[in-house]
C-alpha cells in the first residue's frame, strides 16, 4: 500500500532524531521561506500577544474586583485598556495563531514540498511585527478608547491619536491576513497529490480553504472601512459625520462586513483542528466526512449574510427580522460539525491524551457558546441583554472555549511534528483542568450578571454585583495562570522531551508520513497519500501504518 | 523577479512539472487576487450608495452634477490602453518583440493620459460639491483608484523595460500578471465610472 522510500530503517531511536536536526532557534528570528519555519514564527509572535493580551484581562479582572474605580485613573483608562486587550486577543493573537498552524501543516498534509509562494509567506509575517508595534504605540502614546469594533462618533471625536495608529496598524495585519489567505487557497487547490481528490482532503486543509475565502473576499471591506476611518480622523473628510452629511451607521455595516466573517475566521480552522484531533485519538474515521467539509463552506458563505445582527439596536427595524433568519440559518452548518463530532467519538477507542481532552473542552463550550448565539439572534433577548455581560461571556464561550481550547488541541497534538518531542501528558492533564474550570467558572458566571443588567465595557458597576465580580475575577486568575503550566511544558519539553517518532499518534493523514521534524523539503520523496484521510479500524489502514513504522522506525512514546 | 529561462524539469507521472507548476499557482494566484481586492472598490461603492440616502435627491439640491464628458473620454483611452497590453503579451508570446514594445509604449501613454484626466477631475471638483457627500465620495473612489493605476503603471513600466531588452521567453508570467493587475484596474474603473458619472 505505503511506498514510503526513506533510507532510514528500523534502527534505534537516536539514529531517527540525528537523521533530522532540529532547525536552529537563530533561525526563527531571521527571514526564511520555509513554510515550517514560518508557521513556527507565526505561533510564537502570537503566542507573546497572547501572554500580553492576557495580562491586560488580569488587568481588568482586578479593576473590576471591587465597584469602585481603583485600579484604573480614570473610566477612559479603562476604555483603552479592554480596547487593546480585544484588538491584541483578535488581530494580533487568533487570526495570526491559525496562520500558524495552517502555515505549519496544511503544506505537510498536501504532501507538498513549500507552500505556493513561498516569499510572499514570510512577507506576510513579517508584516504582522510592525503592525503590532504601531498598534502599541498607540496604546502608549494616546490611547485609542473606542473597543475594538471602533465605532463612530467615539472613534472619530473622542479617542486619541492612538486610534489613528490603531487603524494603520490593523490595516497592515489585514494586508497581511489576505496575502495568506491567497497562498493558502493556491497551495490548497493546485499542490495536492495527484491522488488526493478534494473528498481526500484532511478536514483541516477543508477548514483552512473556507476561511481563507473567507479572508480574502471580507478583508477588503475592513481595508475600506480603515481607509474611511483615517481619512476622518487625519484628512477632515465627514464620511461618519451627520453634520457633514455623513452617516455613524456606514461604519457599523462595512465593518461587520468585514468582522462578522472575521469570527469565522477565527473559528473555523478550530473546527479543523477538532476533527483530525478528535477521529485521530478515538481512532474512527470522521462521522459525516463529505457533510463536515461542505459544512465549512456552507458556514463561510451563510457569514456574509449575517453582520446587521450586530447592529439590531441601530439598524432599520424593519431588516431586522431578516437578519435574524439568517443568523439562525447559520446553526444550522454548525450543528452538522457538532454532531459529526459526537459521532465520530461515538463508540471510540479514546485515548485521553491532553489534545483530545482540550478538543473535548471545545466541544462542551462551543456548544454553550453556541447556543447562547442563538439566544442572542432572537431579537427580543437581544435587545434585553444588549451590551451586557451576557454578550461578554457569549463570545468569549465562542472565542476561548472554541478557540483557543482548539489551539491548545492542536498544540499538544502537532508540537511531536514541529519539534521532534512529545510534550509532557501529565503537565498537559493539569494544565487542561485548571484552563477548563478557570474558564468555565470565569465566564459561566457572567450570562447570569448580564441577564441581571450590568453592562460590559464599564469600570464602575452596582454594588450588588460586587459577589458575582469577585468570583470571576478570581476563577479569572486562576485561568491566567494556567498559561504558565503550558509554558512550561513547551520549554521543558523542548528540550527534554521523549523523542517522538515520525507518527506518535499513529495518524494517517500525511504530515505523519515523514519524520518529526520534517526534513527541509518535507518528504524525501513524494508522498503516497492513504485512501482515506481517516479510514482507522481497517485492514489497509494497519498495513499502511506498518508501512509507516517499518519506514521511519517504529516508535511510540505514547503507549 | 523570477526567471523563467532554465529548461522545464521532465513531468513525472501524474504531477507537473516546476514550472508548470509554478504558472498556474501565479494563475490562480492572480485571479483570487483580484476577485478579493476588487470587494475593497464594492466597499467604496457601498459607501457612496449608503451616503445617498442621507440626502433626498443625488447630486445634492444646489450642486451641479459632474460632467462625463472628459470621464468617459478618458474611460476610452483606458480600456484602449487595456487592449494595447494585452496585444503586447500576445506580441511578445509570438516573438514579435517590436510589437510589444510599441503597444506598450502605447498602452502607457494612454494609462499616463487616463490618469492625468482623473487628476483634473479630482482638483476641480466644486467648493459646493464638496460641502456634501457627492463631492467627497467622489474624490475618495477616484483618489482610491488613483492610488492603485500609479502603483501598477509603475509595474508596466518596470515589465515593459526589461521585456524591451529582451529578458523574458515567451512563457513568462511577468509580462502576463502585469497585464492582468492593469486590467484590474481597467474593470475597477469601470465599476466607479458607471457609478460616479451615469447612476443618478
Given at each position: 500500500?505505503?511506498?514510503?522510500?526513506?533510507?532510514?530503517?528500523?534502527?534505534?531511536?537516536?539514529?531517527?532524531?540525528?537523521?533530522?536536526?532540529?532547525?536552529?532557534?537563530?533561525?526563527?528570528?531571521?527571514?526564511?521561506?520555509?513554510?515550517?519555519?514560518?508557521?513556527?514564527?507565526?505561533?510564537?509572535?502570537?503566542?507573546?500577544?497572547?501572554?500580553?493580551?492576557?495580562?491586560?484581562?488580569?488587568?481588568?479582572?482586578?479593576?473590576?474586583?471591587?465597584?469602585?474605580?481603583?485600579?484604573?485613573?480614570?473610566?477612559?483608562?479603562?476604555?483603552?485598556?479592554?480596547?487593546?486587550?480585544?484588538?491584541?486577543?483578535?488581530?494580533?493573537?487568533?487570526?495570526?495563531?491559525?496562520?500558524?498552524?495552517?502555515?505549519?501543516?496544511?503544506?505537510?498534509?498536501?504532501?507538498?514540498?513549500?507552500?505556493?509562494?513561498?516569499?510572499?509567506?514570510?512577507?506576510?509575517?513579517?508584516?504582522?511585527?510592525?503592525?503590532?508595534?504601531?498598534?502599541?504605540?498607540?496604546?502608549?502614546?494616546?490611547?485609542?478608547?473606542?473597543?475594538?469594533?471602533?465605532?463612530?462618533?467615539?472613534?472619530?471625536?473622542?479617542?486619541?491619536?492612538?486610534?489613528t495608529l490603531w487603524a494603520l496598524g490593523a490595516h497592515l495585519l489585514g494586508i497581511s491576513s489576505i496575502m495568506g489567505s491567497i497562498n493558502f487557497i493556491v497551495?490548497?487547490?493546485?499542490?495536492?497529490?495527484?491522488?488526493?481528490?478534494?473528498?481526500?482532503?484532511?478536514?483541516?486543509?477543508?477548514?483552512?480553504?473556507?476561511?481563507?475565502?473567507?479572508?480574502?473576499?471580507?478583508?477588503?471591506?475592513?481595508?475600506?472601512?480603515?481607509?474611511?476611518?483615517?481619512?476622518?480622523?487625519?484628512?477632515?473628510?465627514?464620511?461618519?459625520?451627520?453634520?457633514?452629511?455623513?452617516?455613524?451607521?456606514?461604519?457599523?455595516?462595512?465593518?461587520?462586513?468585514?468582522?462578522?466573517?472575521?469570527?469565522?475566521?477565527?473559528?473555523?480552522?478550530?473546527?479543523?483542528?477538532?476533527?483530525?484531533?478528535?477521529?485521530?485519538?478515538?481512532?474512527?474515521?470522521?462521522?459525516?466526512?463529505?457533510?463536515?467539509?461542505?459544512?465549512?463552506?456552507?458556514?463561510?458563505?451563510?457569514?456574509?449574510?449575517?453582520?446587521?445582527?450586530?447592529?439590531?439596536?441601530?439598524?432599520?427595524?424593519?431588516?431586522?427580522?431578516?437578519?435574524?433568519?439568517?443568523?439562525?440559518?447559520?446553526?444550522?452548518?454548525?450543528?452538522?460539525?457538532?454532531?459529526?463530532?459526537?459521532?465520530?467519538?461515538?463508540?471510540?477507542?479514546?485515548?485521553?491524551?491532553?489534545?483530545?481532552?482540550?478538543?473535548?473542552?471545545?466541544?462542551?463550550?462551543?456548544?454553550?457558546?453556541?447556543?447562547?448565539?442563538?439566544?442572542?439572534?432572537?431579537?427580543?433577548?437581544?435587545?434585553?441583554?444588549?451590551?451586557?455581560?451576557?454578550?461578554?461571556?457569549?463570545?468569549?464561550?465562542?472565542?476561548?472555549?472554541?478557540?483557543?481550547?482548539?489551539?491548545?488541541?492542536?498544540?499538544?497534538?502537532?508540537?511531536?511534528?514541529?519539534?521532534?518531542?512529545?510534550?509532557?501528558?501529565?503537565?498537559?492533564?493539569?494544565?487542561?483542568?485548571?484552563?477548563?474550570?478557570?474558564?468555565?467558572?470565569?465566564?459561566?458566571?457572567?450570562?447570569?450578571?448580564?441577564?441581571?443588567?450590568?453592562?460590559?465595557?464599564?469600570?464602575?458597576?452596582?454594588?450588588?454585583?460586587?459577589?458575582?465580580?469577585?468570583?470571576?475575577?478570581?476563577?479569572?486568575?486562576?485561568?491566567?495562570?494556567?498559561?504558565?503550566?503550558?509554558?512550561?511544558?513547551?520549554?521543558?519539553?523542548?528540550?527534554?522531551?521523549?523523542?517522538?517518532?515520525?507518527?506518535?499518534?499513529?495518524?494517517?493523514?500525511?504530515?505523519?508520513?515523514?519524520?518529526?521534524?520534517?526534513?527541509?523539503?518535507?518528504?524525501?520523496?513524494?508522498?503516497?497519500?492513504?485512501?482515506?484521510?481517516?479510514?482507522?479500524?481497517?485492514?489497509?489502514?494497519?498495513?499502511?501504518?506498518?508501512?509507516?513504522?517499518?519506514?521511519?522506525?517504529?516508535?511510540?512514546?505514547?503507549? | 523577479?523570477?526567471?523563467?529561462?532554465?529548461?522545464?524539469?521532465?513531468?513525472?507521472?501524474?504531477?507537473?512539472?516546476?514550472?508548470?507548476?509554478?504558472?498556474?499557482?501565479?494563475?490562480?494566484?492572480?485571479?483570487?487576487?483580484?476577485?478579493?481586492?476588487?470587494?475593497?472598490?464594492?466597499?467604496?461603492?457601498?459607501?457612496?450608495?449608503?451616503?445617498?440616502?442621507?440626502?433626498?435627491?443625488?447630486?445634492?439640491?444646489?450642486?451641479?452634477?459632474?460632467?462625463?464628458?472628459?470621464?468617459?473620454?478618458?474611460?476610452?483611452?483606458?480600456?484602449?490602453?487595456?487592449?494595447?497590453?494585452?496585444?503586447?503579451?500576445?506580441?511578445?508570446?509570438?516573438?514579435?518583440?517590436?510589437?510589444?514594445?510599441?503597444?506598450?509604449?502605447?498602452?502607457?501613454?494612454?494609462?499616463?493620459?487616463?490618469?492625468?484626466?482623473?487628476?483634473?477631475?479630482?482638483?476641480?471638483?466644486?467648493?459646493?460639491?464638496?460641502?456634501?457627500?457627492?463631492?467627497?465620495?467622489?474624490?475618495?473612489?477616484?483618489?482610491?483608484?488613483?492610488?492603485?493605476?500609479?502603483?501598477?503603471?509603475?509595474?508596466?513600466?518596470?515589465?515593459?523595460?526589461?521585456?524591451?531588452?529582451?529578458?523574458?521567453?515567451?512563457?513568462?508570467?511577468?509580462?502576463?500578471?502585469?497585464?492582468?493587475?492593469?486590467?484590474?484596474?481597467?474593470?475597477?474603473?469601470?465599476?466607479?465610472?458607471?457609478?460616479?458619472?451615469?447612476?443618478?
Open positions: 500500500m505505503a511506498t514510503i522510500a526513506v533510507p532510514l530503517g528500523a534502527e534505534a531511536e537516536e539514529q531517527v532524531a540525528d537523521a533530522v536536526k532540529r532547525p536552529a532557534l537563530s533561525e526563527y528570528l531571521r527571514w526564511s521561506v520555509d513554510h515550517k519555519i514560518i508557521g513556527v514564527q507565526y505561533g510564537i509572535a502570537s503566542f507573546i500577544f497572547f501572554i500580553v493580551g492576557g495580562a491586560m484581562a488580569m488587568l481588568i479582572r482586578l479593576e473590576l474586583w471591587s465597584p469602585d474605580l481603583d485600579l484604573m485613573v480614570s473610566g477612559a483608562a479603562y476604555n483603552s485598556l479592554f480596547t487593546i486587550h480585544g484588538t491584541i486577543m483578535i488581530f494580533l493573537f487568533i487570526i495570526p495563531m491559525w496562520a500558524a498552524f495552517g502555515n505549519f501543516v496544511v503544506p505537510l498534509q498536501l504532501g507538498a514540498k513549500d507552500m505556493a509562494f513561498p516569499w510572499l509567506n514570510a512577507f506576510a509575517f513579517w508584516l504582522i511585527p510592525p503592525a503590532a508595534i504601531v498598534v502599541l504605540l498607540g496604546y502608549f502614546v494616546s490611547p485609542a478608547e473606542a473597543g475594538w469594533t471602533s465605532y463612530p462618533p467615539l472613534s472619530t471625536l473622542f479617542s486619541g491619536d492612538g486610534q497551495t490548497i487547490f493546485n499542490m495536492r497529490p495527484p491522488e488526493m481528490t478534494v473528498w481526500r482532503m484532511p478536514l483541516l486543509c477543508w477548514a483552512v480553504l473556507a476561511t481563507s475565502i473567507i479572508a480574502v473576499m471580507a478583508t477588503p471591506f475592513l481595508a475600506g472601512a480603515l481607509t474611511l476611518l483615517l481619512l476622518d480622523r487625519v484628512a477632515g473628510t465627514t464620511f461618519f459625520d451627520a453634520a457633514g452629511g455623513g452617516d455613524v451607521l456606514l461604519w457599523q455595516n462595512i465593518f461587520w462586513f468585514y468582522s462578522h466573517p472575521a469570527v469565522y475566521i477565527m473559528v473555523l480552522p478550530g473546527m479543523g483542528v477538532l476533527s483530525e484531533v478528535l477521529a485521530i485519538h478515538s481512532r474512527k474515521p470522521v462521522f459525516g466526512y463529505r457533510m463536515v467539509g461542505l459544512s465549512s463552506m456552507g458556514i463561510a458563505f451563510v457569514g456574509f449574510t449575517v453582520w446587521a445582527h450586530h447592529m439590531f439596536t441601530s439598524l432599520q427595524p424593519e431588516l431586522r427580522i431578516p437578519f435574524m433568519i439568517t443568523t439562525m440559518i447559520i446553526a444550522v452548518p454548525t450543528g452538522i460539525k457538532m454532531f459529526s463530532w459526537l459521532g465520530t467519538i461515538w463508540g471510540g477507542k479514546i485515548r485521553f491524551t491532553s489534545a483530545m481532552l482540550f478538543a473535548l473542552g471545545f466541544l462542551s463550550l462551543f456548544v454553550i457558546g453556541g447556543i447562547t448565539g442563538v439566544m442572542l439572534a432572537a431579537l427580543p433577548f437581544d435587545i434585553h441583554v444588549h451590551d451586557t455581560y451576557f454578550v461578554v461571556s457569549h463570545f468569549h464561550f465562542v472565542l476561548f472555549g472554541g478557540s483557543v481550547f482548539a489551539i491548545y488541541a492542536a498544540l499538544y497534538h502537532w508540537f511531536p511534528k514541529i519539534t521532534g518531542r512529545m510534550m509532557n501528558e501529565r503537565l498537559g492533564v493539569i494544565h487542561f483542568v485548571f484552563t477548563y474550570l478557570g474558564f468555565l467558572f470565569t465566564f459561566f458566571p457572567m450570562h447570569i450578571v448580564g441577564m441581571l443588567g450590568m453592562p460590559r465595557r464599564v469600570a464602575v458597576y452596582d454594588a450588588r454585583f460586587t459577589d458575582w465580580n469577585q468570583f470571576i475575577s478570581f476563577s479569572a486568575f486562576v485561568l491566567g495562570f494556567s498559561t504558565f503550566i503550558v509554558i512550561y511544558n513547551i520549554i521543558r519539553s523542548y528540550y527534554r522531551g521523549p523523542i517522538a517518532g515520525a507518527n506518535p499518534w499513529r495518524a494517517l493523514t500525511l504530515e505523519w508520513q515523514t519524520t518529526s521534524p520534517p526534513p527541509p523539503t518535507n518528504f524525501v520523496d513524494d508522498p503516497i497519500p492513504f485512501e482515506e484521510p481517516y479510514g482507522y479500524g481497517t485492514a489497509a489502514s494497519a498495513a499502511y501504518l506498518e508501512a509507516v513504522d517499518e519506514a521511519f522506525g517504529r516508535d511510540d512514546p505514547s503507549q | 523577479m523570477t526567471s523563467y529561462a532554465e529548461p522545464r524539469e521532465k513531468p513525472k507521472l501524474g504531477r507537473p512539472s516546476e514550472a508548470d507548476l509554478r504558472l498556474k499557482n501565479n494563475r490562480l494566484g492572480m485571479t483570487i487576487f483580484q476577485l478579493s481586492w476588487i470587494m475593497a472598490f464594492v466597499a467604496m461603492i457601498i459607501v457612496n450608495w449608503q451616503l445617498r440616502f442621507s440626502y433626498s435627491e443625488w447630486p445634492p439640491a444646489g450642486v451641479a452634477p459632474f460632467d462625463p464628458l472628459l470621464p468617459s473620454s478618458a474611460t476610452l483611452a483606458l480600456l484602449l490602453s487595456a487592449f494595447l497590453v494585452r496585444r503586447g503579451v500576445e506580441a511578445q508570446r509570438s516573438g514579435h518583440l517590436i510589437g510589444f514594445t510599441m503597444c506598450w509604449r502605447g498602452a502607457m501613454a494612454l494609462g499616463v493620459a487616463f490618469m492625468a484626466v482623473i487628476i483634473y477631475e479630482f482638483v476641480n471638483v466644486s467648493a459646493a460639491a464638496m460641502a456634501t457627500q457627492y463631492g467627497i465620495t467622489m474624490r475618495l473612489m477616484t483618489g482610491f483608484h488613483f492610488v492603485h493605476a500609479l502603483a501598477i503603471v509603475a509595474v508596466l513600466l518596470h515589465v515593459y523595460r526589461k521585456g524591451s531588452r529582451g529578458h523574458y521567453s515567451s512563457d513568462s508570467w511577468a509580462l502576463e500578471g502585469a497585464a492582468k493587475l492593469w486590467y484590474f484596474v481597467t474593470l475597477a474603473w469601470m465599476l466607479f465610472y458607471v457609478v460616479l458619472y451615469w447612476i443618478r
